[in-house]
């Protein structure tokens, strides 16, 4: 992830957190305990109380939704399996060259 950029990429990272420790709703404060926790300073970090980007009943996590942001189109949903090799794909794409 801190390669991107070095690489000329725009990637921009959200994390979700869909749950708290005891398996109730994530907070605000638990959104600002994760990211402190596990060093997050180039990813944005927000809760998703109403599981509202889960796509049906149930979700495996991690889960990796990819928007192409030149059609905002999902280009990609998994669980579980990184997919940075598409997501690069995707930025080097839609780079901008000179």
Do not use: C
Request: without cysteine; aromatic residues 8%.
């Amino acid at each position: 992830m801190q390669n991107w950029r070095a690489q000329g990429l725009k990637i921009h990272w959200l994390t979700l957190l869909l749950d708290n420790p005891n398996d109730g709703p994530p907070t605000m404060e638990g959104v600002k305990t994760w990211k402190n926790k596990f060093g997050l300073t180039l990813s944005a970090v927000a809760a998703d109380p109403n599981f509202s980007m889960v796509p049906g009943s149930t979700v495996g996590t991690p889960q990796f939704t990819i928007i192409d942001p030149r059609t905002m189109k999902v280009a990609s949903v998994l669980s579980g399996v990184s997919l940075y090799g598409m997501l690069e794909n995707i930025a080097r794409k839609n780079q901008v060259t000179p």
